[in-house]
């Protein structure tokens, strides 16, 4: 057990590394952060200063090195806007967004999976096929159509909630819904998929013939082995609470994670980019963790237990 | 009095039929095979008269159990007689259990539904039940899951599963196909020592003749959703009647006789979409005449015993002839 | 009779996933199986799941080299996979296997399927590949109108009969059928090994055909090797083997042959488990299950031993008469 996590740990941190390294290089190909961030009519011994400052001018591969060194003893460097530190903007930022992704997030469960599970059981029927129909038409419009449609219908047609801002509850309905909206289609898809795919299986037919009455069919014996592909799905989800608002939040002016990435990698701010890179890496690999974790807890059959014959 | 008593059941998918009228008697105890081929209905009987077929099938006709109407029962009722009259096991043992839940919390379902019995008092009962079908070492083993047990062992812990609701009848459907050949005769040992001691009925459904003969006092022969032939096992062996009985007896290489080239019935089972007007069995029969092209043939007494739905039936001393020609030949 | 294949000494080891714990283990599918298969006969395989009869025959067929000994086919070793000697030798030897459908482009005529292999051997071309085509579904009982069919619209038995056309398009000298008629419904097998029994004869085939229907086996082939836990315990002729069997596990196999019209009286019913190749008993694999094991069995492995016409791996010689009775 033990061999399994290291080799888990392992691994996501390779992960991790291979994430850092990636967006180090991009970011360092893709243009001055100098010139950018001084802007195009700075005189030239400013734009030598700044670099200086910050190192641009060593060859790559020691700012690689001393990049590493840094993070490894958990400095993820300041920001060449403000001098703040990365990890403190970044930090800030967490928490509006996760006021946004975590209430969607509980929608996407509490509606989208219900509704897979009905239209499951219900077959064929109206409700199914309303079912099915709802959740095409979430998955299948991407959401700064969906949010701009809500806002004309809800802000400036209705006039019932704000089209934008952080000043109360208010303020976060739209962008909820807007986030929610298409992973309740996809996860009503997919529970209704993995549903009728249980449904179909023989130890369903033993459980019937067993004289277990349906509604305790469905409860013990369909539900459990549904889950297992379900929290695949729902895996993904919890892996992007951070980094799954870019949008929305830009959508619906929401000072979240999602702002800072736009703003840091338009003013090309190396060191807030890359510990937002870090950070969303971070919590991809963990929420992977747990899924595995996840797969381990619901299916003994994932549990490799040397069979005792 | 025949204790579950089958009349004309009728079953169509999409309007397809698959099944054209089944009559069927079991008497309390005995000991009846099921004999077909794939597709010949022996299962969806089984499965329609326990109401278990998916929704869009369309089931008519009568299955009494002890008087009582089956067909067309609510499903609480149906609920009430599954597992505890009538139990059910199944072709692939390994995926006819829950993977993700402990055998033994299977089997104990069956005992809380129908016997009332929790806790220890059912965990007590579940070993026995576990020791009375062989699985080696139940204390042990009754806390593991299903991938932790061989085929062989998943069928033992079924068997167990079904009589856990002591019921009156086993329908056991093709119980042993899907396991290894010494498993297989275990599995037979173990359902015939079981109705020995129970005297519990048993339909053993099987495409396998020498199986069924094994466990099996009388087996109906089915073919392409009609029951061509009943009998008790020895004269349908000995002295098959309907063509199609003794074209599958021949099919059937014999372990004893030499290198002889086998006996198929030629052609294909007929789609059910597209049945044949008159015999189902006449495209494929060797004995088939222009009354059998228009019309079908019902189940008729015959004087030597059994029921034959054939317009010629084989004669006895026809079939011992013919066997005699087959060993000179 | 020359000798076609000769396989010597062969052991095969597949490594298992790492587990959970880390760990991985080996298993040995087959564990030093010496055999030879003659020019122009069929050899019977016979075992139960885990016996290692697929794992040989695909070595049989060069698609798996062994991790120990060697395969030795007309003489010369058996060449790696993938090399150019090896694609050479693939139109020599051919596998039909258990699942039709599976085996089957679902998107293409039969007649397509039936023409592929010619094609990519460059056997024939335009009339020539059309005509030999027809000649084929001729030869295994398929209907010219049946040319333009998908295999979804043909039965179990038809589609079999065409998995056994494409084998035969590039005249093979040597076939290796894996269950070939397992799936197939009673009636309908018998007209699948007649046909296979036609083919050898007319075409001087040689054979291996695994099985664990003993009954087919015992109809269709001239030599059958019986095997437990990737060896083999025995091999007779066929019909000595199941008149006469020597090793207390082929007698129970032959014993357990359900016979129509017959009861359970009489038969020896094997106790214990099927065997578990990750988990193999000290000295003969199948002490555990054998009644006439004792601690000598459970010590030392037995060889193959000539008695009677027979080969037999047993310790203690055991007679047919002893378990009749």
């Given at each position: 057990m033990f061999r399994f996590i290291l080799a888990k740990l392992v691994r996501a941190f390779l992960t991790i590394l291979l994430v850092v390294t990636f967006a180090f290089i991009v970011l360092r190909m893709s243009g001055d952060p100098a010139q950018i961030m001084l802007g195009p009519d700075a005189p030239q011994d400013a734009v030598d200063a700044f670099r200086a400052r910050w190192g641009l001018d060593d060859p790559l591969w020691q700012q690689y090195l001393a990049y590493l060194q840094q993070i490894l003893s958990f400095d993820f460097g300041v920001s060449m806007r403000d001098q703040s530190p990365a990890i403190k903007l970044v930090l800030e930022r967490i928490p509006a967004t996760l006021a946004l992704t975590i209430p969607a997030l509980i929608l996407k469960l509490c509606i989208g999976i219900p509704a897979g599970v009905y239209a499951a059981l219900h077959r064929q029927s109206v409700a199914d096929r309303g079912v099915i129909m709802a959740s095409i038409f979430g998955f299948t419009i991407p959401s700064f159509v969906l949010g701009l449609v809500l806002v004309l219908i809800f802000a400036v047609t209705l006039d019932w909630l704000p089209s934008g801002g952080q000043d109360s509850w208010r303020h976060a309905i739209l962008p909820i819904a807007t986030l929610s909206i298409g992973g309740i289609g996809i996860l009503a898809r997919f529970s209704r998929s993995a549903m009728i795919e249980v449904l179909g299986q023989p130890y369903i037919r033993t459980a019937m013939a067993k004289g277990l009455p349906w509604r305790d069919v469905v409860w013990r014996h369909a539900l459990p082995n549904a889950a297992v592909p379900i929290v695949t799905l729902v895996g993904f989800m919890v892996g992007s609470l951070i980094a799954g608002a870019v949008v929305v939040e830009s959508i619906f002016s929401w000072p979240g994670v999602g702002r800072l990435i736009v703003v840091s990698v338009a003013n090309r701010d190396l060191a807030v980019v890359q510990c937002l890179l870090l950070v969303i890496a971070a919590s991809m690999v963990m929420a992977n963790l747990l899924v595995d974790f996840a797969y381990g807890l619901l299916d003994p059959r994932l549990r490799a237990k040397p069979a005792a014959h | 009095m025949a204790f579950v008593s089958i009349r004309d059941l009728r079953v169509a998918f999409d309007g397809v039929r698959v099944l054209h009228g089944i009559d069927l008697d079991i008497g309390k105890g005995e000991a009846i095979g099921l004999v077909g081929e794939s597709g010949c209905g022996k299962s969806v009987t089984w499965l329609a008269a326990l109401g278990l077929l998916p929704g869009k099938a369309r089931v008519e006709g009568s299955v009494t159990l002890d008087g009582q109407q089956l067909i067309g029962a609510p499903r609480s009722q149906l609920e009430q007689i599954r597992g505890a009259r009538i139990a059910m096991i199944f072709q692939d043992p390994s995926s006819s259990l829950?993977?993700?839940?402990r055998v033994g919390r299977q089997i104990g379902e069956s005992l809380r539904l129908h016997r009332g019995l929790r806790g220890a008092q059912a965990r007590t009962e579940v070993l026995r039940l576990m020791d009375m079908v062989g699985i080696p070492d139940a204390k042990r083993r009754i806390?593991?899951?299903?991938?932790?047990?061989?085929g062989g062992q998943c069928q033992r812990i079924m068997i167990a599963m079904a009589l856990a609701g002591q019921p009156d009848l086993l329908i056991a459907d093709e119980p042993t196909t899907a396991l290894d050949a010494t498993i297989q005769a275990q599995i037979l040992e173990l359902l015939s020592g079981i109705r020995r001691e129970t005297g519990m009925a048993l339909v053993f459904i099987s495409h396998d003749l020498g199986a069924v003969s094994a466990v099996c006092d009388r087996a109906a022969v089915m073919y392409a959703g009609r029951i061509v032939e009943t009998n008790d096992i020895r004269s349908l062996f000995a002295a098959p009647a309907h063509p199609y009985t003794q074209g599958l007896l021949r099919a059937i290489p014999d372990i004893d006789a030499s290198r002889a080239r086998l006996v198929p019935i030629e052609g294909t089972v007929p789609d059910p979409a597209a049945l044949p007007t008159g015999c189902a069995f006449a495209p494929r029969c060797p004995r088939n005449s222009q009354l059998c092209q228009n019309y079908a043939p019902d189940l008729k007494p015959q004087s030597a015993g059994g029921v034959v739905s054939c317009f010629y039936p084989v004669e006895a001393d026809q079939t011992a002839m013919s066997q005699r020609q087959e060993v000179w030949a | 009779m020359s000798i076609l294949l000769d396989v010597r000494n062969v052991v095969q080891t597949y490594t298992t996933a790492r587990t959970m714990f880390g760990r991985t283990s080996e298993i040995r599918a087959v564990d030093g199986i010496d055999l030879t298969v003659r020019e122009g006969e069929i050899l019977g395989i016979v075992g139960e799941s885990g016996s290692g009869k697929s794992t040989l025959g695909r070595m049989l067929l060069g698609l798996e080299t062994p991790s120990r000994g060697e395969v030795i086919y007309r003489g010369n070793p058996m060449p790696p996979p993938h090399s150019v000697e090896w694609r050479a030798l693939r139109a020599h030897m051919q596998l039909i296997f258990q699942d039709p459908l599976a085996a089957l482009d679902r998107r293409m005529t039969i007649a397509r399927q039936i023409a592929e292999p010619l094609e990519i051997h460059g056997l024939a071309k335009g009339d020539a590949l059309r005509n030999r085509v027809a000649e084929l579904m001729a030869k295994v009982g398929l209907r010219k109108d049946q040319a333009n069919r998908y295999p979804h619209e043909l039965s179990g038995g038809q589609r079999q009969r065409v998995v056994i056309a494409r084998a035969l398009a590039s005249a093979p000298r040597f076939l290796v059928c894996d269950e070939?008629?397992?799936?197939?419904d009673v009636s309908i097998q018998a007209q699948v090994v007649n046909l296979l029994r036609d083919l050898q004869e007319r075409e001087r085939l040689t054979m291996v055909f695994i099985s664990h229907d003993l009954k087919v086996v015992r109809n269709i082939c001239d030599r059958v090797a019986v095997m437990y836990l990737g060896r083999v315990v025995e091999e007779a002729p066929s019909d000595q083997i199941f008149s006469d069997p020597r090793h207390p596990y082929t007698q129970a196999l032959v014993s357990s042959i359900p016979r129509p019209g017959q009861g359970l009286s009489g038969r020896i019913v094997l106790s214990g488990e099927p065997p578990n190749p990750a988990n193999r008993p000290t000295g003969c694999a199948f002490h555990p299950r054998c009644r006439f094991a004792d601690a000598q069995c459970a010590a030392t492995q037995p060889e193959l031993q000539r008695h009677d016409g027979h080969l037999a791996a047993c310790l203690k010689f055991v007679r047919a008469r002893q378990f009749a009775a």
């Open positions: - | 829950n993977p993700v839940q806390d593991l899951y299903p991938h932790e047990f061989s | 070939p008629v397992s799936a197939l």
